[in-house]
DNA sequence: AAAAAAATTTAGGGCTGTCTAAAAATGTAT
DNA sequence: ATACATTTTTAGACAGCCCTAAATTTTTTT
């Protein structure tokens, strides 16, 4: 009674969309955010509500069960510790390790997903900066601030990103910003938001509104 | 119009049923090779000739095409460099491997396997002594003897195995038999051909004709 | 050259995961 | 409260890959 790649999908995906808080996600926005249609979700909520794997009420939403919960969070760990080899150890940037993590996240092997995580020294986030839950399935909620919510003359620290398109990270690699880097925000355009950010003390940059809500950052 | 992870399968047991010679691969050795019925193999190889990856007239067996040979090829290609992966980095046996690479081979991004390729220093073979095909396409063909048809009193290096399974792994790894070792026949004998040899100049070891039939070793 | 045996293909279905179109339930606005 | 809009579920279907049982073709035996 294996899990299918396609199940594995639905489960992670409740589990982003649920957010914090475990809200309720909505048949629609699965179907959004699994390319198919809602009578399509609708199957298959029957099938892992059947498994055990989501509390489902028909018109009501659904949430991970426990067990539901703890599948997610093993695909999850898969995910971003393939990730980190990829971009550590096989030297691939960290535009173009999502997809092909989309992939390894269901080899379904227990002992090469510890022997991995050994390999990379048990790394505690991946290269976008998410954390990675550990072998039990408990995973830390950094609770970082969107760039954009840093006043004016205060510094911060990049810690990750909202967004993980390989065009929004590519945007970041050709303006120097990349995880670690220190940020002091040096004037804010009310009229757009966009804003002059010193980086690391050296060099000074522009950007956008759109750019300074993905980016997020500690504050120093 | 990718291939799927079944038709692959298919490709790459037909790909090693043919041997050297390429000879006709019949329907129930598919059947048996891929533990499903007669009746199944027969649908998929009506696609797999529909989409030119294989030569097939009804009850006369198939052959791949030059086509379907390139795309089994890669398939080999990546299950092996997995499996140098796990063994060399992630410090698995090679009796863990398999099963787990049986998968991995399965991850289709060229620009991937060309990295770990890369970063496992271009290996020329897995860690069962079969031979890497190169990113063309190309593969050795080393002419191996099996230990059984060396005479009494010759030396032999030990280069590869015939048999993959763990139960077989393991009794070698028993017996101090690994790959690259020397190995001298001090007595056959005669009516079960079971075999006195000697390992590396050193330890004396009694092994079966079943054993010394299914390992691989070039003559001194 | 039949007849018997073995191998292979065809017929008819099942299960998974998807789809479109239609029906039902829920939410919103007057 | 009723009508309209939106969301969700049901109905019916299809492609991929598998199955058993029956028919057909090839191979082997007599
Ligand atoms: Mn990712
Ligand atoms: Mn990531
Ligand atoms: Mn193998
Ligand atoms: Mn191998």
Redesign the interface.
């Known amino acids: 009674m294996q899990n299918s790649f396609t199940e594995e999908n639905y489960l992670k995906i409740i589990h982003n969309l649920s957010g914090r808080d475990d809200l309720e996600v909505s048949t629609n926005a699965l179907a959004e955010s699994t390319a198919t249609r809602a009578a399509s979700v609708t199957d298959m909520l029957r099938k892992l509500a059947e498994k055990g794997l989501i509390h489902y009420k028909k018109y009501q939403g659904v949430r991970l069960t426990e067990e539901g919960q703890k599948v997610a969070l093993k695909v999850i760990r898969k995910h971003r510790l393939w990730e980190v080899f990829?971009v550590e150890?096989?030297?691939?940037g960290w535009d173009?390790v999502h997809?092909?993590a989309e992939?390894?996240e269901h080899?379904?092997?227990d002992?090469?997903v510890e022997?991995?995580d050994a390999?990379l020294d048990h790394p505690q986030f991946d290269p976008h900066g998410d954390p990675i839950p550990d072998a039990k399935g408990n995973m830390p909620a950094p609770d970082y601030l969107k760039l954009s919510d840093i006043p004016l003359g205060h510094r911060a620290l990049m810690m990750g990103v909202l967004e993980h398109t390989p065009a929004f990270l590519q945007h970041l690699d050709r303006s120097g910003l990349t995880l670690g880097c220190e940020i002091e925000i040096k004037e804010v355009n009310e009229f757009d938001k966009s804003a002059q950010i010193q980086i690391n003390s050296q060099r000074t940059l522009f950007i956008s509104q759109e750019v300074s809500r993905n980016v997020l950052v500690q504050r120093l």
């Open positions: 990829l150890k096989l030297g691939f173009e997809d092909i992939e390894l080899i379904p092997s002992r090469l022997r991995l390999y």
